[in-house]
């Protein structure tokens, strides 16, 4: 009993870190149709997963109750890990070929588990597609989800009343600190429906169930049909957003619709489809050759020296001198230790989590060792204050200065410049169609 109450205790003071770092690291976030996760009884959770360990912790946080999470049994082969994982809600699956190097694995015991879990009323999150990948295109469910569901609901009769709860994720710019986020939940989807097909033929169930499960979550989040398409999309998206920006909302609306456009495009006109890659990868290669962004083209005519940018430069100078080593130790070692890209950001976030109150006690403590106790106050309390003030200032400057420096290189090469401004011309005129 009380093991239970400092685990649940334990449960919510990670939540809370969880929730301060979703508001540092991804500040711009929508959940659309959020309420379909406040629901009661057992409910599974699924998600696409594009992000690693951020993915689950961006969902079930966002969730008013506890949430068990199914994870990769190779996270649990250390002795200490293996430990506290099972005492924090985790339960292992092992995945053919991966975390065993067989290809058919046994996972009874984690059956048995999650379907002890569910008949409580409890919850589970998975990740059917099982494992990561940094990309938007949702990749096959394996059938693990809907053999826990079916096989929980078969256990109590179909009476149990499980629902599957999916929620799409798309992350604008998933690596860096600031990202845009927007979250849609779906329509809860009823395992008991399943019975008749179930007691007919498991496996022909399992598998209707999966490819249901696939095809509404694909509904949720941006599905492009190769890593092709989904640069070709990023790089027109990235014009129309410089141009005309909109609300995380809007902007996924928008970026679906020309998705949809690219897609027509693709079937109908495949010949302009292919010219219309090529101009964007040439677009790309000369903004990077020239060492210029599009962003950059975009704010040609905004002035860098505004008032806020005069009136905000002292102020940026103490936030980042003053925060300078607790941000950029996280960035250099993401950079360092060369981890496959989808880990960036959880790299980042886990050692930031150490750096920012390392860095802020030791800087608290030369302060009051110089100034006393109370002016060592008053610059503890500066910190974080000062240095969400310089992000801010730096979100304002940067687009000017990126429009600033182009501005100056054009006037030295104005027949590259009408060019390149050209070419962008034309695949303006393609989104705005």
């Not at 976030?29 to 009884?41: D, I, P, S, V």
């Not at 150490?354 to 009051?368: I, K």
Request: hydrophobic share 40%; glycine share 6%; aromatic share 12%.
């Amino acid at each position: 009993m009380i093991l239970r109450f400092l685990l649940l205790l334990l449960y919510y003071f990670f939540k809370v870190l969880v929730l301060l770092y979703q508001a540092i690291y991804f500040p711009f976030t929508t959940f659309r149709n959020r309420k379909a996760l406040a629901f009661k009884g057992p409910g599974i959770i699924i998600s696409n997963h594009p992000n690693t360990m951020v993915d689950p912790l961006n969902v079930i946080s966002r969730t008013p109750r506890q949430s068990f999470f199914l994870a990769n049994a190779s996270m649990f082969k250390n002795p200490v890990v293996g430990f506290l994982l099972r005492y924090l809600y985790c339960i292992p699956i092992m995945r053919p070929g991966k975390d065993q190097k067989i290809k058919k694995v046994d996972n009874r015991k984690s059956f048995a588990a999650s379907f002890n879990h569910l008949g409580n009323g409890g919850i589970i999150f998975i990740a059917p597609e099982g494992g990561s990948e940094l990309e938007r295109h949702l990749r096959p469910f394996k059938t693990g989800t809907a053999r826990i569901a079916l096989g929980a609901e078969a256990e109590k009769g179909f009476s149990l009343n499980l629902h599957i709860y999916p929620v799409g994720l798309t992350y604008e710019q998933p690596t860096h600190c600031g990202s845009r986020l927007y979250m849609e939940a779906g329509e809860p989807i009823r395992v008991a429906d399943w019975q008749e097909a179930f007691e007919e033929n498991e496996i022909q169930a399992v598998k209707d169930l999966t490819e249901h499960l696939e095809n509404e979550n694909r509904k949720l989040l941006i599905h492009t049909d190769n890593q092709e398409q989904d640069q070709l999309l990023y790089r027109l998206d990235r014009i129309l957003q410089h141009d005309q920006p909109v609300s995380v909302e809007q902007h996924y609306d928008r970026t679906q619709q020309l998705l949809g456009q690219l897609k027509i495009l693709a079937a109908e006109q495949p010949t302009a489809y292919q010219e219309l890659v090529e101009m964007a990868n040439s677009y790309r290669q000369q903004l990077k050759a020239i060492k210029q962004t599009d962003r950059g083209i975009s704010r040609k005519g905004k002035s860098l020296w505004t008032i806020p940018v005069l009136l905000g430069w002292p102020v940026w100078l103490y936030g980042r001198i003053n925060n300078f080593f607790p941000y950029e130790i996280p960035r250099l070692l993401e950079r360092k230790i060369q981890l496959y890209i989808g880990y960036r950001s959880t790299v980042k976030i886990l050692a930031g989590a150490l750096t920012f109150p390392l860095f802020y006690w030791l800087q608290y403590q030369l302060a009051q060792w110089l100034l006393g106790a109370p002016f060592a106050g008053w610059y503890l309390l500066s910190l974080p204050i000062s240095g969400l003030l310089a992000w801010v200032y730096a979100r304002h400057f940067l687009p000017r200065w990126e429009g600033f420096r182009y501005r100056k290189w054009a006037k030295q090469h104005v027949k590259e410049a009408a060019d390149l401004e050209e070419t962008r011309k034309q695949l303006a005129a393609v989104v705005g169609s």
